[in-house]
């Protein structure tokens, strides 16, 4: 499904949190050696973002951080909610509570970067499988959270390319009218 992980590292410490254990542990693993893994967030409990979540707690013995509002294959040791600060090293990720694809969707923003989860991708909000209620609930998310930063954060979503806040924002009227 060509997910996207990420690996927030600190350059100072190599204290690093691991963003979503999608698919494939032993490439994430492979693609995150030398650095000192000290936590996963997920940024929701879809099942194309938990598959190799088993795999990699087992190896790596780390807590799991994610949103109360999702089930996960694995128990959950930190429960993270909105405006809440997850340290890596000499860095700290603020967690955005951002409802809407799933119940328990979040972001993580990162001074001027922000991992969107499937809250946000270029083009528009994630899935909301024809839902009002959902729909209305991200579009929400989207407007009073993440069109609030600053037009040059980078968005990085949980499935191809990344963009810009303000690559996107001029589309928000444009998503409301079709409705997804």
Known sequence: ??????????????????????FEPEKILDACEGANIVGIVQT???????????????????????H???????????????????HFGDREAQVLFTPGHTDGGVCLLIGEHLISGDTLFPGGP???????????RI???????LFTLPDATRVYPGHGDD???GVEK?????WRERGW
Not at 2 to 12: D, Q
Not at 130 to 136: D, L, Q, R, V, Y
Request: one cysteine or more.
């Open 1 to 22: 499904m060509e997910n996207n992980v990420y690996l927030l590292e600190c350059p100072e410490t190599h204290d690093a949190l691991l963003v979503d254990g999608c």
């Open 44 to 66: 929701h409990g879809h099942a194309d973002h938990v598959q190799a979540l088993p795999s990699l707690v087992e190896r790596l013995g780390v807590p799991i951080y994610a």
């Open 68 to 86: 109360e509002g999702e089930d996960y294959p694995v128990a959950v040791n930190r429960k993270i909610s909105d405006g809440d600060t997850i």
């Open 126 to 136: 994630g899935n909301t499988w024809g839902s009002k209620e959902a729909f209305a």
């Open 139 to 145: 579009i929400e998310a989207i407007e009073t959270k």
């Open 163 to 165: 963009t810009t806040i």
């Open 170 to 174: 001029p589309h928000l009227e444009e």
